[in-house]
């Protein structure tokens, strides 16, 4: 059973940092690509970043680009979204997600998914 499991959430001021984490489980962490997305109320779900399976490819959402960095560790089996200077807009449940994709190329739309985790709160206020 594959589970994916976020931490590192919490509330912040402003121009602070937090650092999540995805815990992955019952896979085969180094044959996915992996992603985060995010969901603020009365917003439609976004990517924010992705990473392909090896490292050597990631892709932003424009409004993260210089502040945020993905990061995976395949033999420990997590992914890290570092996050900096943080803006009240990034207020949002932020959520890991798994493709099973053995090539190099990351896509950015959540229907090419296949695996998700429960998702962690991110606050940050002004």
């Known amino acids: 059973q594959v589970q994916l499991v976020e931490s590192g959430g919490g509330s912040v001021q402003a121009g602070d940092s937090l650092r999540l984490s995805c815990a992955a489980s019952g896979l085969t962490l180094s044959s996915y690509a992996m992603a985060w997305f995010r969901h603020a109320p009365g917003k439609e779900r976004e990517f924010v970043a992705a990473i392909s399976r090896s490292g050597g490819s990631t892709r932003y959402a424009d409004s993260v680009k210089g502040r945020f960095t993905i990061s995976r560790a395949n033999a420990e089996k997590a992914v890290y979204l570092q996050m900096n200077s943080l803006k009240p807009e990034d207020t949002a449940v932020y959520y890991c997600?798994?493709?099973?994709?053995?090539?190099?190329?990351?896509?950015?739309?959540?229907?090419?998914?296949?695996?998700w985790g429960q998702g962690t709160q991110v606050t940050v206020s002004s």
């Open positions: 997600a798994a493709e099973f994709n053995l090539g190099t190329q990351v896509f950015t739309t959540s229907a090419s998914y296949d695996y």
